[in-house]
């Protein structure tokens, strides 16, 4: 039996399937965001608050699953 040690949470085939798919699309959006405010010059702290606020954008799912719980910008 697996579970997310952050929650006790039982997880499922299709919930790692289902949280696999939508990684590799935060990660690449994360990344973009990253480089393109780097490349407008807009300072750390900036960047560092719209990662933040598309972190807590993500499904309830995904932020349980990476143990992360909001965090503020």
């Not at 696999?20 to 994360?30: C, G, H, I, L």
């Not at 972190?55 to 910008?73: F, L, W």
Request: glycine residues 4%.
């Amino acid at each position: 039996m697996n579970k997310l040690s952050s929650t006790g949470r039982i997880i499922d085939d299709a919930f790692k399937e289902n949280f696999a798919k939508e990684a590799a699309v935060v990660d690449a959006q994360r990344k973009a965001i990253y480089e393109s405010e780097k490349a407008k010059g807009t300072p750390i702290d900036q960047i560092l608050a719209k990662l933040f606020d598309h972190m807590n954008s993500q499904s309830s799912d995904y932020i349980e699953a990476t143990g992360r719980y909001h965090m503020k910008s």
